[in-house]
């Protein structure tokens, strides 16, 4: 496993835009679940 910075800050910058893309079909599937 590389710890560098820079490896570091591009695999949570690419965990971040995951999270931004699923969180709104997350939030969808949550909301149906409910109602």
Known sequence: MDLRPDRLESRVTRLDGLL???SPALAG???????
């Open 20 to 22: 931004a893309a699923a």
């Open 29 to 35: 599937a949550a909301r149906a679940a409910v109602e």
